[in-house]
């Protein structure tokens, strides 16, 4: 089972309303990852949890929030957002985070109002 | 950092032809080099991948090929189908210490015609 899940498949969210963003995989892997896919352009590293730390942030805004409570679940809390925010939002799994196979979910699309 | 570079950004084949698709790194620390096929309304699938010490590897139709020296790698589709239209990305590799960080391509949008 090479399955990432991601829930919501859409979300709506007004500049001042908080939400979050889940994603859960079941194949032991201890590496996971949150991307940002504009349309027409290829996905962006935002964050990676390896072992459930925080290993690489690329200058992410304050306004997302990564959590990784165990090996299996990965969060995005997000507030105060942008209309420029609006985008694919794509979690990704490896087993170990070290030069391996990253398998993505499917993605939350996500627009700001 | 690292670099990825991805031609062409659209390609259209006859069902049946040949798709070929390159890519170029910049960072010689890269070493893995996965590509992924990306339908409409999709996340990224995982169709190929190489490491750098090899030079080429195939799986039925779909075979990717490794010049570290000249920083390029390419996807080879042969005998490609209606479903082989998509976008594909490539991407390259390298680990910092921590976790391993995947750049990817512009992507290419393939299109097969019947």
């Known amino acids: 089972d090479t399955e990432v899940t991601q829930t919501p498949k859409h979300l709506v969210m007004g500049m001042t309303n908080k939400k979050s963003l889940k994603c859960e995989q079941h194949m032991g892997h201890r590496a996971m990852y949150w991307y940002k896919q504009k349309a027409k352009k290829p996905p962006e590293l935002m964050f990676v949890y390896s072992y459930e730390k925080l290993s690489i942030n690329e200058s992410v805004p304050s306004r997302f929030s990564p959590e990784c409570p165990n090996s299996s679940l990965l969060n995005l809390h997000l507030h105060a957002l942008q209309p420029e925010d609006s985008a694919l939002y794509l979690c990704a799994s490896s087993p170990t985070g070290n030069i391996d196979e990253q398998y993505f979910g499917p993605g939350t699309r996500l627009t700001v109002t | 950092g690292e670099n990825v570079e991805q031609h062409p950004s659209t390609l259209s084949v006859q069902e049946g032809d040949s798709a070929v698709i390159k890519c170029t790194y910049s960072d010689s620390a890269s070493n893995y080099f996965p590509w992924y096929k990306q339908e409409l309304g999709k996340g990224p699938q995982l169709i190929i991948d190489?490491?750098?010490?090899?030079g080429e590897k195939k799986d039925q139709r779909i075979a990717v090929t490794l010049n570290k020296t000249a920083k390029h790698f390419s996807l080879h589709i042969t005998e490609t189908q209606p479903e082989d239209s998509a976008v594909y990305f490539c991407?390259?590799?390298?680990?910092?210490?921590?976790?391993?960080?995947?750049?990817f391509g512009t992507g290419t949008r393939l299109q097969v015609t019947l």
């Open positions: 991407a390259a590799s390298y680990f910092t210490g921590t976790a391993s960080k995947l750049t």
């Open positions: 190489i490491r750098s010490n090899v």
